[in-house]
């Protein structure tokens, strides 16, 4: 079947510092690929997409770069602060015309003061 | 104003209960979405509605039964639940597939224990 995978499950940076998180999609007919923000008790928040037809996009602190060549998508937080910490996932939509998501497995990022 | 809102947000049931949860949208989005999210795991598709009419159901079983009144409100009736049902409900919604939108909102989730 389809599958998005994503790593790493865990991340500990600085304040400060740089992160990077990393999904590869199995399905070459994925043309969208959304990154969301999950914190203890909440829903997800999306918090930048991009589509097939870009190679990257930027957003104040957050980017998102997209290879289709190699199937592979990632998300780079600069600066990062505390109140970055919370679960990131990725996500891909899969099948042509239906615009269901499946989702990577998460990554647990925590910014340390 | 991109807010999606789920009732009630903690939800205790036994086996044999009958219940309801709630989402609503008034973003004029017209497709809605029921996802299951077990702790520390992705959020899984169960269904989705477009236009008010069901376009998918992800092999969800019967006890899981989804009703979409109208374009803002979406439904998941819920009756002889298992404890292994017990899981976060996120209700999402995005502008739909003949508008070429692909970007889904979610809201807050109801939390649901089965004991």
């Known amino acids: 079947g389809e599958n998005v995978e994503q790593h790493p499950s865990t991340l500990s940076v600085q304040e400060g510092d740089s992160a990077v998180i990393k999904c590869t999609y199995s399905?070459?007919?994925?043309?969208?690929f959304p990154w969301y923000k999950q914190e203890l008790g909440k829903g997800p928040q999306l918090i930048i997409d991009i589509r097939s037809n870009v190679g990257e996009k930027k957003d104040q602190r957050i980017a998102v770069t997209l290879n289709k060549t190699a199937k592979h998508f990632s998300l780079h937080i600069t600066e990062t602060q505390p109140e970055d910490s919370a679960v990131y996932f990725c996500a891909a939509s899969i099948r042509k015309g239906r615009r269901a998501l499946t989702f990577g497995s998460g990554t647990r990022l925590q910014v340390q003061p | 104003d991109t807010e999606v809102t789920q009732t009630p947000k903690h939800l205790v049931m036994g086996m044999t209960n009958k219940k309801s949860l709630k989402c609503e949208q008034h973003m004029g989005h017209r497709a809605m979405y029921w996802y299951k999210q077990k702790a520390k795991k992705p959020p899984e598709l169960m269904f989705v509605?477009?236009?008010?009419?069901?376009?998918i159901n992800e092999s969800v079983p019967s006890r899981f039964s989804p009703e979409c009144p109208n374009s803002s409100l979406l439904n998941l009736h819920l009756h002889a639940l298992q404890p292994e049902d017990s899981a976060l409900y996120l209700c999402?919604?995005?502008?739909?597939?003949?508008?070429?939108?692909?970007?889904?909102?979610f809201g807050p989730g109801t939390r649901l224990t089965v004991t």
């Open positions: 399905d070459s007919a994925s043309n969208y």
């Open positions: 999402a919604s995005s502008l739909g597939e003949a508008r070429n939108s692909y970007e889904q909102y």
């Open positions: 509605y477009s236009y008010e009419k069901l376009s």
